[in-house]
């Protein structure tokens, strides 16, 4: 074998190496997911390092998970909101999804069927996109009645099993209470709405497996 032949092997061998490598750190880039909903997901009433996302992100990286947590939650978004941004919020660094909307139609009345739409719209976008999504839930008060209760409150399971995301049934079940509200005072901040910083975090305590599961879901 000629030395051209030589040197022309070794600079093979180089470019294989190098590609090989270049595999290796992009595989080991941290995977982006993006958090899209209102105030609860954004960190109201909090400082920015106590909010959802980034306890969120720190719990995932303590439990072995090497992941950015986009905030893409923005206070007083209705599911209307979410729809708004959802095609510039899935830039194409982000590789998966979880959905926290709905709090806010609660609070104006809503009419379930445009939140259901809404919802809808932004998982077909999602799934377009090859992302997996975790939704999670946020069961409708009793004040507006069984009707209105028993439609919203479907929206969520339906939606999940018609797109085959994951699914958890309320944002706050993790705080537990046993249906005393009393008990999620320490929980909470003065408004009786937004948790507090030990609230926020039994709350990704409860959420964090089911985004660990969110995570095996993404295609390398």
Wanted: one cysteine or more; a negative charge.
């Amino acid at each position: 074998m000629g030395y051209g032949a030589l040197r022309t092997g070794r600079n093979l061998a180089l470019t294989v190496l190098a590609v090989f490598c270049l595999g290796l750190s992009a595989h080991a880039a941290p995977v982006t997911i993006a958090a899209l909903g209102d105030s609860l997901t954004e960190g109201y009433g909090l400082p920015p390092e106590d909010g959802f996302v980034p306890q969120l992100q720190a719990w995932l990286k303590a439990n072995g998970a090497d992941v950015t947590v986009m905030n893409a939650g923005v206070s007083g978004d209705t599911t209307a909101g979410g729809l708004s941004r959802i095609d510039w919020t899935l830039t194409p660094e982000v590789k998966a999804l979880i959905v926290t909307l709905g709090g806010n139609d609660l609070l104006r009345g809503i009419d379930p069927a445009a939140s259901r739409a809404n919802l809808d719209a932004i998982l077909k976008v999602a799934t377009a996109k090859g992302l997996p999504v975790l939704v999670i839930g946020m069961p409708a008060p009793g004040n507006y009645g069984p009707d209105y209760k028993a439609q919203f409150d479907a929206i969520y399971p339906d939606l999940a099993k018609k797109y085959g995301t994951l699914y958890v049934e309320s944002f706050f079940a993790p705080l537990g209470a046993g249906g005393d509200p009393a008990a999620l005072t320490p929980f909470l901040q003065a408004d009786g709405i937004h948790p507090n910083r030990d609230g926020v975090a039994k709350i990704v305590e409860g959420l964090g497996p089911q985004v660990l599961q969110l995570i095996g879901r993404i295609q390398p």
